[in-house]
């Protein structure tokens, strides 16, 4: 499920049926922003506005969620897929949300301890410098896992690849489920989506 391939089919289809973004909206009984957000790929419909939608577009709902129309005869594996794409999506998600929920209490237990023990036995305030360490290391390992785990898929040529934990993916741009990277095969700084396990 990419949001992005998702927003393009949903303006494609838009404009198949000559509508503007506002009449999508009226039909709907929504802000026209809102379209625009799914457009964009911003946001995805709530799911009690996915049948209406895809009423209104003349597609289906698995066509909604791949950003693709699907013919007759694949219809099935297409759904199926879809429907494990959605499964290891959660899953994965889960625990990759544990692992760093996990690294951020290890950063700021040392930061409390270092707190306490000042205020306890009157020591330099300085010494909460030492507690940066681990809120370095931290923050270096959460990225890393985030780097790690599952692959990312290049938006200009759907390459799924694995990225090099660099600086070009230390800095760069992201969103909860997507970052701005090099793609290594095309080789465009675009928006891959992540894909975890
Ligand atoms: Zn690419």
Redesign the pocket.
Known sequence: MNQIKTGKFIAQMRKEKGMTQRQLADELLISDKTVSKWETGKGMPEVSLMMPLCEVLGINVNELLTGERIPDESYKEKAEETMMDLMRNKKGRGKIIALMILILLLMLAPMIIVAVLIEKYNLPEKLEIITLIPAIIGAVAIIFVDCSVGYYQ?D????KFVPKFSANYFFAVHKPDSRKIR?P????N?WCKHNLY
């Open positions: 290049c200009e040529c759907n390459e793609c095969k095309c080789g465009k675009c």
